[in-house]
Protein backbone atom coordinates (compact mmCIF):
# COMPACT_ATOMS: atom_id res chain seq x y z
CA UNK A 1 0.00 0.00 0.00
CA UNK A 2 2.27 1.84 1.13
CA UNK A 3 4.92 1.31 -1.84
CA UNK A 4 1.93 1.68 -4.08
CA UNK A 5 1.74 5.00 -3.21
CA UNK A 6 5.53 5.99 -3.25
CA UNK A 7 5.46 4.37 -7.14
CA UNK A 8 2.82 6.56 -7.57
CA UNK A 9 4.43 9.70 -6.28
CA UNK A 10 7.29 8.86 -8.23
CA UNK A 11 5.67 8.64 -11.25
CA UNK A 12 3.91 11.68 -11.19
CA UNK A 13 7.20 13.27 -10.20
CA UNK A 14 9.20 11.60 -13.08
CA UNK A 15 6.66 13.43 -15.51
CA UNK A 16 7.18 16.29 -14.17
CA UNK A 17 11.25 16.36 -14.17
CA UNK A 18 10.80 15.42 -17.98
CA UNK A 19 8.10 18.45 -18.95
CA UNK A 20 10.78 20.21 -16.90
CA UNK A 21 13.60 19.41 -18.72
CA UNK A 22 11.64 20.26 -22.26
CA UNK A 23 11.31 23.90 -20.73
CA UNK A 24 7.91 23.66 -18.98
CA UNK A 25 8.97 26.16 -15.75
CA UNK A 26 5.93 25.27 -13.61
CA UNK A 27 6.05 21.73 -13.40
CA UNK A 28 10.05 22.62 -12.70
CA UNK A 29 8.60 24.59 -9.58
CA UNK A 30 5.95 22.01 -8.47
CA UNK A 31 8.56 19.22 -8.37
CA UNK A 32 11.51 21.14 -6.45
CA UNK A 33 7.93 22.62 -3.92
CA UNK A 34 6.86 18.60 -3.67
CA UNK A 35 10.64 17.36 -3.06
CA UNK A 36 11.03 19.83 -0.43
CA UNK A 37 9.23 18.01 2.17
CA UNK A 38 10.83 14.91 1.47
CA UNK A 39 14.22 16.49 1.95
CA UNK A 40 13.46 17.72 5.03
CA UNK A 41 12.33 14.69 6.97
CA UNK A 42 15.02 12.40 5.01
CA UNK A 43 17.94 15.16 6.54
CA UNK A 44 15.84 15.33 9.69
CA UNK A 45 15.95 11.98 10.45
CA UNK A 46 19.70 11.79 9.27
CA UNK A 47 20.43 14.12 11.74
CA UNK A 48 18.58 12.25 14.83
CA UNK A 49 20.24 9.18 13.56
CA UNK A 50 23.75 10.24 14.46
CA UNK A 51 22.44 12.34 17.55
CA UNK A 52 22.12 15.87 16.11
CA UNK A 53 19.47 17.93 16.74
CA UNK A 54 17.22 19.47 14.21
CA UNK A 55 19.60 22.72 14.26
CA UNK A 56 20.86 23.44 10.94
CA UNK A 57 17.98 20.98 8.66
CA UNK A 58 17.05 23.51 6.32
CA UNK A 59 20.84 24.43 5.59
CA UNK A 60 21.31 20.64 4.05
CA UNK A 61 17.59 20.65 2.97
CA UNK A 62 18.69 23.86 0.97
CA UNK A 63 22.48 22.57 0.22
CA UNK A 64 20.05 19.46 -1.27
CA UNK A 65 17.94 21.41 -3.30
CA UNK A 66 20.72 23.59 -4.59
CA UNK A 67 22.76 20.28 -5.44
CA UNK A 68 19.76 18.77 -7.42
CA UNK A 69 19.19 21.75 -9.41
CA UNK A 70 23.28 21.87 -10.71
CA UNK A 71 23.25 18.13 -11.19
CA UNK A 72 20.12 17.54 -13.02
CA UNK A 73 22.25 16.73 -16.18
CA UNK A 74 23.04 13.30 -13.90
CA UNK A 75 19.49 12.01 -13.80
CA UNK A 76 18.23 9.97 -16.65
CA UNK A 77 14.35 10.70 -17.95
CA UNK A 78 14.45 6.59 -18.29
CA UNK A 79 15.19 6.20 -14.61
CA UNK A 80 13.09 6.81 -11.30
CA UNK A 81 13.65 10.18 -9.58
CA UNK A 82 12.91 9.36 -5.97
CA UNK A 83 16.32 6.94 -5.78
CA UNK A 84 18.56 9.82 -7.66
CA UNK A 85 17.02 12.54 -5.28
CA UNK A 86 17.94 10.37 -2.34
CA UNK A 87 20.63 9.31 -3.61
CA UNK A 88 22.00 13.24 -3.56
CA UNK A 89 20.46 14.06 -0.39
CA UNK A 90 22.24 11.35 1.29
CA UNK A 91 25.76 13.05 -0.15
CA UNK A 92 24.82 16.22 1.05
CA UNK A 93 24.13 14.85 4.57
CA UNK A 94 27.16 12.74 4.80
CA UNK A 95 29.34 15.79 3.30
CA UNK A 96 27.46 17.95 6.35
CA UNK A 97 28.07 15.24 9.24
CA UNK A 98 31.78 14.78 8.08
CA UNK A 99 32.14 19.00 8.38
CA UNK A 100 30.70 18.33 12.39
CA UNK A 101 33.53 15.72 12.56
CA UNK A 102 31.22 13.11 12.24
CA UNK A 103 32.06 9.86 9.95
CA UNK A 104 29.07 7.74 9.76
CA UNK A 105 27.56 5.32 7.36
CA UNK A 106 23.98 6.01 7.30
CA UNK A 107 21.14 3.51 5.94
CA UNK A 108 19.47 5.62 3.70
CA UNK A 109 16.69 2.80 2.91
CA UNK A 110 15.23 3.60 6.51
CA UNK A 111 15.34 7.14 5.95
CA UNK A 112 12.80 7.03 3.00
CA UNK A 113 10.80 4.39 4.10
CA UNK A 114 7.56 6.80 5.11
CA UNK A 115 6.30 9.04 3.33
CA UNK A 116 6.85 12.68 4.18
CA UNK A 117 4.63 14.27 6.87
CA UNK A 118 4.48 18.15 6.74
CA UNK A 119 6.36 18.96 10.04
CA UNK A 120 5.97 22.75 10.65
CA UNK A 121 9.31 24.96 10.35
CA UNK A 122 9.96 27.85 9.19
CA UNK A 123 11.77 27.12 6.54
CA UNK A 124 14.49 29.70 7.35
CA UNK A 125 18.20 28.44 6.32
CA UNK A 126 19.72 29.30 9.93
CA UNK A 127 23.16 30.60 8.19
CA UNK A 128 22.87 34.20 8.13
CA UNK A 129 21.66 35.16 4.69
CA UNK A 130 24.01 37.93 4.38
CA UNK A 131 27.33 36.22 5.23
CA UNK A 132 25.80 33.48 2.71
CA UNK A 133 25.57 36.26 0.05
CA UNK A 134 28.90 37.53 0.97
CA UNK A 135 30.72 34.98 -1.49
CA UNK A 136 28.73 36.58 -4.78
CA UNK A 137 30.09 39.59 -6.41
CA UNK A 138 27.31 43.05 -6.04
CA UNK A 139 26.19 41.97 -9.68
CA UNK A 140 25.29 38.64 -8.71
CA UNK A 141 23.79 39.83 -5.28
CA UNK A 142 21.66 42.03 -6.61
CA UNK A 143 20.67 39.42 -9.70
CA UNK A 144 19.89 36.70 -6.98
CA UNK A 145 18.12 39.14 -4.40
CA UNK A 146 15.59 40.49 -6.70
CA UNK A 147 14.87 36.71 -8.10
CA UNK A 148 14.89 34.99 -4.62
CA UNK A 149 13.16 37.39 -2.51
CA UNK A 150 11.24 39.68 -4.62
CA UNK A 151 10.30 36.80 -6.82
CA UNK A 152 10.66 38.67 -10.23
CA UNK A 153 11.63 36.43 -13.25
CA UNK A 154 14.76 37.11 -15.40
CA UNK A 155 13.34 39.72 -17.63
CA UNK A 156 12.02 41.43 -14.65
CA UNK A 157 15.41 41.85 -12.78
CA UNK A 158 16.86 42.82 -16.28
CA UNK A 159 14.97 45.97 -16.25
CA UNK A 160 15.05 46.65 -12.61
CA UNK A 161 18.87 46.69 -12.67
CA UNK A 162 19.23 47.88 -16.28
CA UNK A 163 21.02 44.62 -17.55
CA UNK A 164 20.66 42.63 -20.94
CA UNK A 165 18.22 39.61 -19.62
CA UNK A 166 21.00 37.56 -21.05
CA UNK A 167 23.78 39.06 -18.49
CA UNK A 168 21.48 38.37 -15.71
CA UNK A 169 20.80 34.57 -16.25
CA UNK A 170 24.71 34.70 -16.31
CA UNK A 171 24.67 36.06 -13.33
CA UNK A 172 21.93 34.11 -11.83
CA UNK A 173 24.03 30.87 -12.59
CA UNK A 174 27.38 32.10 -11.84
CA UNK A 175 25.83 32.61 -8.36
CA UNK A 176 23.83 29.68 -7.67
CA UNK A 177 27.35 27.70 -8.65
CA UNK A 178 29.21 30.04 -6.39
CA UNK A 179 26.58 29.68 -3.46
CA UNK A 180 27.49 25.48 -3.84
CA UNK A 181 30.67 26.31 -3.27
CA UNK A 182 30.76 28.19 -0.57
CA UNK A 183 27.89 26.12 1.57
CA UNK A 184 30.75 23.36 1.25
CA UNK A 185 33.45 25.46 2.33
CA UNK A 186 31.87 27.81 4.64
CA UNK A 187 31.58 25.27 7.80
CA UNK A 188 34.80 24.02 8.20
CA UNK B 1 17.26 32.68 2.82
CA UNK B 2 14.15 30.98 2.88
CA UNK B 3 13.76 27.94 0.55
CA UNK B 4 11.01 29.01 -1.29
CA UNK B 5 13.29 31.91 -2.27
CA UNK B 6 16.02 29.58 -3.35
CA UNK B 7 13.59 27.72 -5.08
CA UNK B 8 12.53 31.35 -7.00
CA UNK B 9 16.23 31.43 -8.01
CA UNK B 10 16.31 27.84 -8.78
CA UNK B 11 13.03 27.96 -11.63
CA UNK B 12 14.71 30.95 -12.85
CA UNK B 13 18.03 29.65 -13.32
CA UNK B 14 16.20 26.76 -15.10
CA UNK B 15 14.00 28.78 -16.90
CA UNK B 16 17.29 30.01 -18.58
CA UNK B 17 18.95 26.50 -19.32
CA UNK B 18 16.02 24.02 -19.42
CA UNK B 19 17.84 20.61 -20.29
CA UNK B 20 21.57 21.28 -19.58
CA UNK B 21 23.46 18.92 -21.48
CA UNK B 22 24.46 15.24 -20.62
CA UNK B 23 27.76 14.63 -18.56
CA UNK B 24 28.74 12.20 -21.71
CA UNK B 25 28.53 15.32 -24.12
CA UNK B 26 31.43 16.96 -22.40
CA UNK B 27 33.49 14.30 -21.86
CA UNK B 28 33.11 13.02 -25.89
CA UNK B 29 34.23 16.49 -26.19
CA UNK B 30 36.83 15.88 -24.02
CA UNK B 31 38.16 13.02 -25.23
CA UNK B 32 38.09 14.33 -29.17
CA UNK B 33 39.76 17.56 -27.51
CA UNK B 34 42.42 15.00 -25.71
CA UNK B 35 43.20 13.26 -28.58
CA UNK B 36 43.68 16.40 -30.84
CA UNK B 37 46.02 18.07 -28.49
CA UNK B 38 47.87 15.11 -27.72
CA UNK B 39 48.46 13.92 -31.15
CA UNK B 40 49.61 17.74 -32.46
CA UNK B 41 52.23 17.31 -29.37
CA UNK B 42 52.85 13.89 -30.76
CA UNK B 43 53.44 15.26 -33.95
CA UNK B 44 55.73 18.01 -33.07
CA UNK B 45 58.00 16.14 -30.98
CA UNK B 46 57.55 11.98 -31.55
CA UNK B 47 56.42 11.00 -34.50
CA UNK B 48 54.86 8.28 -35.54
CA UNK B 49 57.54 4.62 -36.00
CA UNK B 50 58.77 4.64 -39.58
CA UNK B 51 57.40 0.63 -39.98
CA UNK B 52 53.55 1.65 -38.48
CA UNK B 53 52.24 -0.25 -41.51
CA UNK B 54 53.92 -3.30 -41.03
CA UNK B 55 53.98 -3.04 -36.97
CA UNK B 56 50.08 -3.14 -38.14
CA UNK B 57 50.82 -6.76 -38.86
CA UNK B 58 52.46 -7.90 -35.70
CA UNK B 59 49.60 -9.54 -33.16
CA UNK B 60 52.29 -7.85 -30.41
CA UNK B 61 51.54 -4.29 -31.82
CA UNK B 62 48.22 -4.72 -32.61
CA UNK B 63 47.41 -6.09 -28.55
CA UNK B 64 49.32 -2.97 -27.72
CA UNK B 65 47.05 -0.40 -29.32
CA UNK B 66 43.94 -2.76 -28.79
CA UNK B 67 44.85 -2.77 -24.86
CA UNK B 68 44.83 0.78 -24.46
CA UNK B 69 42.35 1.56 -27.05
CA UNK B 70 39.76 -0.89 -24.82
CA UNK B 71 41.32 0.24 -21.40
CA UNK B 72 40.35 3.98 -22.59
CA UNK B 73 36.52 2.93 -23.35
CA UNK B 74 35.88 1.07 -20.51
CA UNK B 75 37.48 4.05 -18.35
CA UNK B 76 35.12 6.20 -20.28
CA UNK B 77 32.32 3.85 -19.83
CA UNK B 78 33.10 3.65 -15.92
CA UNK B 79 33.35 7.37 -15.54
CA UNK B 80 30.00 8.04 -17.02
CA UNK B 81 28.26 5.50 -14.88
CA UNK B 82 30.41 7.50 -11.98
CA UNK B 83 28.69 10.65 -12.52
CA UNK B 84 25.94 9.55 -11.42
CA UNK B 85 25.25 9.43 -8.11
CA UNK B 86 22.97 6.20 -7.80
CA UNK B 87 26.16 4.61 -8.79
CA UNK B 88 27.68 1.16 -7.21
CA UNK B 89 31.44 2.11 -7.72
CA UNK B 90 32.32 -1.45 -7.42
CA UNK B 91 29.43 -2.74 -9.72
CA UNK B 92 30.65 -0.34 -12.36
CA UNK B 93 34.33 -0.65 -12.06
CA UNK B 94 33.67 -4.15 -13.00
CA UNK B 95 34.22 -3.29 -16.60
CA UNK B 96 37.93 -2.10 -16.27
CA UNK B 97 38.86 -6.02 -15.73
CA UNK B 98 38.60 -6.28 -19.25
CA UNK B 99 41.51 -4.84 -20.79
CA UNK B 100 42.97 -6.07 -17.59
CA UNK B 101 42.13 -9.39 -18.32
CA UNK B 102 42.88 -9.06 -22.01
CA UNK B 103 46.74 -7.77 -21.31
CA UNK B 104 46.97 -10.83 -18.34
CA UNK B 105 46.30 -13.18 -21.84
CA UNK B 106 48.79 -11.67 -23.94
CA UNK B 107 51.49 -11.76 -21.36
CA UNK B 108 51.13 -14.97 -20.56
CA UNK B 109 51.21 -15.94 -23.88
CA UNK B 110 54.17 -13.64 -24.10
CA UNK B 111 55.41 -16.00 -21.56
CA UNK B 112 54.84 -19.38 -22.89
CA UNK B 113 56.13 -18.58 -26.61
CA UNK B 114 59.30 -16.84 -26.10
CA UNK B 115 62.26 -18.46 -24.00
CA UNK B 116 62.74 -17.62 -20.73
CA UNK B 117 66.22 -15.79 -21.46
CA UNK B 118 64.45 -13.56 -23.88
CA UNK B 119 62.45 -12.14 -20.93
CA UNK B 120 64.36 -9.58 -19.79
CA UNK B 121 65.08 -8.03 -22.80
CA UNK B 122 61.65 -8.01 -23.47
CA UNK B 123 60.18 -6.70 -20.65
CA UNK B 124 62.88 -3.61 -20.22
CA UNK B 125 62.80 -2.82 -24.00
CA UNK B 126 64.91 -0.06 -25.60
CA UNK B 127 63.88 2.78 -23.29
CA UNK B 128 61.41 2.31 -20.44
CA UNK B 129 61.63 5.46 -18.09
CA UNK B 130 61.21 7.63 -21.61
CA UNK B 131 58.01 6.08 -22.95
CA UNK B 132 56.68 6.50 -19.10
CA UNK B 133 57.79 10.28 -19.54
CA UNK B 134 56.37 10.61 -22.84
CA UNK B 135 52.98 8.90 -22.05
CA UNK B 136 52.82 11.51 -18.89
CA UNK B 137 53.20 14.09 -21.24
CA UNK B 138 50.66 12.95 -24.13
CA UNK B 139 47.70 12.49 -21.04
CA UNK B 140 48.41 15.59 -18.85
CA UNK B 141 46.56 18.07 -21.39
CA UNK B 142 43.49 15.26 -21.71
CA UNK B 143 43.77 14.68 -18.18
CA UNK B 144 42.75 18.67 -17.47
CA UNK B 145 40.07 18.20 -20.20
CA UNK B 146 38.85 15.36 -18.48
CA UNK B 147 38.20 16.57 -15.32
CA UNK B 148 36.31 19.64 -16.03
CA UNK B 149 33.88 17.26 -18.44
CA UNK B 150 33.48 15.49 -15.32
CA UNK B 151 32.47 18.33 -13.18
CA UNK B 152 29.31 18.06 -14.63
CA UNK B 153 28.87 14.81 -12.79
CA UNK B 154 27.73 13.99 -9.61
CA UNK B 155 29.89 10.77 -7.70
CA UNK B 156 28.94 9.56 -5.17
CA UNK B 157 33.35 9.32 -4.85
CA UNK B 158 34.97 12.38 -6.44
CA UNK B 159 38.07 10.87 -5.52
CA UNK B 160 37.81 7.45 -7.49
CA UNK B 161 35.91 9.40 -10.27
CA UNK B 162 39.24 11.41 -10.56
CA UNK B 163 41.51 8.32 -10.61
CA UNK B 164 38.76 6.71 -13.42
CA UNK B 165 39.07 10.01 -15.14
CA UNK B 166 43.58 9.64 -14.54
CA UNK B 167 42.84 6.04 -16.75
CA UNK B 168 40.87 7.21 -19.04
CA UNK B 169 43.65 10.45 -19.82
CA UNK B 170 46.67 8.09 -19.32
CA UNK B 171 45.48 5.17 -21.75
CA UNK B 172 44.45 8.15 -24.19
CA UNK B 173 48.02 9.52 -23.81
CA UNK B 174 49.25 5.47 -24.42
CA UNK B 175 47.03 4.73 -27.71
CA UNK B 176 48.96 8.17 -28.93
CA UNK B 177 52.16 7.27 -28.08
CA UNK B 178 52.36 3.50 -28.96
CA UNK B 179 52.16 4.93 -32.66
CA UNK B 180 55.81 5.82 -31.89
CA UNK B 181 56.87 3.43 -29.74
CA UNK B 182 59.03 0.08 -30.89
CA UNK B 183 58.37 -1.76 -27.58
CA UNK B 184 55.64 -4.75 -28.91
CA UNK B 185 56.15 -6.94 -25.90
CA UNK B 186 53.06 -7.27 -23.56
CA UNK B 187 55.85 -7.96 -20.78
CA UNK B 188 56.57 -4.26 -21.88
CA UNK B 189 53.49 -2.83 -21.90
CA UNK B 190 52.10 -4.83 -18.72
CA UNK B 191 55.29 -2.88 -17.06
CA UNK B 192 55.97 0.74 -18.66
CA UNK B 193 52.63 1.57 -19.62
CA UNK B 194 51.04 0.26 -16.48
CA UNK B 195 53.07 2.30 -14.67
CA UNK B 196 52.84 5.35 -16.56
CA UNK B 197 48.59 4.90 -16.71
CA UNK B 198 48.85 3.94 -13.17
CA UNK B 199 50.43 7.10 -12.23
CA UNK B 200 48.30 9.28 -13.84
CA UNK B 201 45.12 7.33 -12.36
CA UNK B 202 46.83 8.58 -9.15
CA UNK B 203 47.71 12.20 -10.17
CA UNK B 204 43.42 11.73 -11.46
CA UNK B 205 43.00 10.50 -7.83
CA UNK B 206 44.42 13.40 -6.28
CA UNK B 207 43.01 16.08 -8.14
CA UNK B 208 39.59 14.52 -8.24
CA UNK B 209 39.56 14.83 -4.78
CA UNK B 210 39.17 18.34 -4.85
CA UNK B 211 38.16 19.35 -8.32
CA UNK B 212 35.18 17.16 -8.47
CA UNK B 213 33.66 17.78 -4.81
CA UNK B 214 30.01 18.58 -5.39
Sequence with gaps: MEQQRAQDRDRIWVEWMRAANAGDEIAYRRLLEALAPLLRQVVRRGFAHS?????????????????????????????????????????????????????????????????????????????????????????????????????????????????????????????????????????? | MRTDELINTLVADHAAQPGPKPVGHGLVMAIIGGLAISSALFSLTLGVRPDFISALGTWRYDMKLGVNLVLMIAATWVALRLSRPTATPLTAMRALMVPVLLLLAAVLYELVTVSVSAWPSRAMGVNGVMCVASILFLSLLPLTATIYALRQGAPTSPAVMGAVGGLLAGSL?????????????????????????GLMSIFGLLVGKRALRW
Excluded at chain 1, 66 to 76: F, P, S, V
Excluded at chain 1, 149 to 178: K, Q, W, Y
Aim: with cysteine; net charge negative.
Design chain 1, 51 to 188: GFGNCDVEDVVQETLLAIHLKRQTWDEDEALTPWVTAIARHKLIDSLRRRGRHIELPIDDLIDVLPAEIPTERLSSRDAERLLSVLTDRQRDVVRAISIEGMSAREAADRLRMSEGAVRVALHRGLSALAVSCRDLDQ
Design chain 2, 173 to 197: GATVFAMHCTNDSPLFVAIWYALAI
